[in-house]
């Protein structure tokens, strides 16, 4: 059975895509058919795996907007096992054009619909905020991972998140689950990442990946070369953190 997990957080700057894009392609390096779609208007997911995003013809912005079909919008094999529905900066335009069409938070989903057999994984990459993207990436969605960094707010943008996970739930997607929380931007040498992993624990203690995402210079550098940190530099602690974090998520399945 296929899993359509959104990676979302409210906050920016937290390693949303960087965890949406290095999950992909450590999923994809086990063998999994994994799907990315990009509903973020950055599109840094997209240029992630090299997809020059200022040139696709269909992205999700044509999607939404109900001028391309889903199969148009996929960019197949990106990487072995890995597709993509790309996004660009046209994609910001899409909340005020979608404004009055009725049922505006499930277009997504109903196109999903017609392909998510033909995958194992279906990873959705957010922006971050709280609008009609995310809530289409929401109700798509089977469950949400949460990426955190490790900082002195984190607890508290992780409580607006849940509310919003929660209420979700019971307005437009009965099924939505808290996947799991993944710690980035780690540093087992300070006190404060030890800290804010503890106090979360506290409150999800059964949410929380074993894994953590360490500070690593070489993940930095890896999308400004369009690649996942699995072909930028293979043996680094970041690939083998979200290969151990690929692992964790299969085996929840």
Not at 54 to 80: F, N, S, W
Not at 90 to 111: M, P, S, T, V
Not at 222 to 227: C, D, I, R
């Amino acid at each position: 059975m296929e899993k359509i997990i959104a990676i979302t957080n409210q906050k920016g700057g937290v390693g949303k895509t960087t965890t949406a894009v290095n999950l992909t392609a450590c999923l994809a390096e086990l063998g999994k058919k994994v799907l990315l779609i990009d509903t973020d208007p950055q599109g840094n997911a997209t240029s992630g795996f090299s997809v020059n995003k200022l040139e696709q013809e269909h992205t999700i912005y044509e999607l939404l907007l109900g001028e391309a079909g889903i199969r148009e919008c996929i960019i197949k094999d990106v990487m072995p096992n890995v597709s993509i529905i790309p996004a660009n900066v046209n994609l910001a335009a899409a909340e005020i054009e979608l404004i009055g069409i009725e049922n505006k938070e499930f277009i997504l989903r109903k196109e999903v619909e017609y392909i998510r057999d033909d995958f194992d994984y279906i990873i959705i990459d957010c922006p971050p905020a709280l609008n009609t993207l995310t809530l289409n990436a929401m109700t798509t969605a089977s469950s949400v991972i949460v990426p955190i960094q490790c900082e002195y707010l984190a607890l508290e943008g992780l409580s607006d998140l849940i509310q919003t996970v929660n209420l979700v739930r019971e307005r437009l997607n009965p099924i939505l689950d808290l996947e799991g929380i993944v710690f980035t931007m780690y540093d087992s040498r300070t006190v404060l990442s030890s800290q804010v992993v503890e106090n979360v624990a506290q409150h999800f203690p059964d949410k929380i990946y074993e894994t953590r995402i360490p500070r690593n210079v070489r993940l930095s550098e890896a999308p400004s070369f369009g690649q996942p940190i699995t072909v930028y530099d293979s043996k680094s602690s970041g690939a083998e953190s979200y290969r151990r974090l690929a692992a964790e998520v299969i085996a929840r399945k």
